[in-house]
């Protein structure tokens, strides 16, 4: 898998697998409707601003993304891979119940969790043990998976410096930059105007773009038809949706106009794509 995994609404299961990421270089990272992602980098390295902070990914770092995790795919080396469970809100919910508080705030403001030394064989480890009880389905996998889960992030709390406090606030320009993005998450499937969202920020066309070269380095418009290209790949591989149907889905008058859509910003045929994605042999 190159593409950026998606929960394709709020009501779907949980999520795992394997990813490069590829699909998304230069853009913010986006999982569709997870409430939390979990990534744990299996080889090769990566830099990824997180909450516009630059930080190096490397062998075994590991990643909790929250909804409102602002990140971003800068650079990627050709060997980089991750393992993924993305989670929906009713999964997320069960596992924080018998969290402290701490961890919240804690993993808010430090989303990149690097493991010592000494903790890197149980976290090998305990992978291992996840992906086993995500293979064997079992009449209580989804115990055991929410107590596996548990137990790591209490792993976590216990490395939390007691007197931590945490508390990272943002400024006015990144708070519209991330709230611009969260609504071409949300939105992108019925919208594909910078108007609309500059209108929905009450700001102008103008100072959208602005921002958006400043914190994501590129225009509004191509980080919304990136993103809406990424629904359709995911699409395309996931479901068998005629594309008559994904048409209608992402809000295209017809198949054709989809298709010259898909095929001007990927020189591929929607066909094309599907048969590689499927066939698990993405094209370069």
Partial sequence: M?????????????????????????????????????????????LISL???????????????AEDTIALLKKRSRGFKVFFLLMPKSLASEVAYQLPNALF??????????????????????LVQLREIVRTR???????????????????????????????????????SWRFWERVGQQCRQ??????????????PFYLSQLTKEFFNDSPKALI?????????????????????IA???????PSYLCRYFKRHTGLSLSRYRQHAQGERPPG
């Fill in 248 to 254: 209608d889905q992402l809000n295209f008058g017809d």
């Fill in 191 to 204: 919208h594909r105007e910078v108007k609309f969202y500059a209108d929905a920020l009450n700001i102008t």
């Fill in 225 to 245: 038809d990136r993103q809406v290209v990424l629904e359709i790949k995911a699409l395309l591989s996931y479901s068998q949706l005629a594309m008559g149907q």
């Fill in 105 to 126: 705030v804690f993993l808010h403001d430090h989303p990149l969790c690097v493991p010592p030394q000494q903790d890197r064989a149980l976290l090998a480890a305990w």
């Fill in 51 to 65: 909450n516009f902070k630059d930080q190096p990914v490397r062998p075994q770092d590991v990643l909790v993304l």
């Fill in 138 to 176: 079992t009449l209580y996998q989804h115990i055991m998976l929410r107590n596996q889960l548990q137990n790591f992030f209490l792993r976590i709390a216990d490395e939390i410096p007691p007197e931590y406090q945490g508390g990272k606030t943002f400024s006015r320009k990144e708070q519209i």
């Fill in 2 to 46: 190159h593409h950026t995994p998606q929960l394709f609404s709020a009501q779907d299961g949980w999520l795992t697998g394997e990813t490069t990421l590829a699909d998304s270089m230069g853009m913010p990272l986006s999982f569709g409707h997870a409430y939390m992602t979990l990534m744990i980098c299996l080889s090769g390295h990566a």
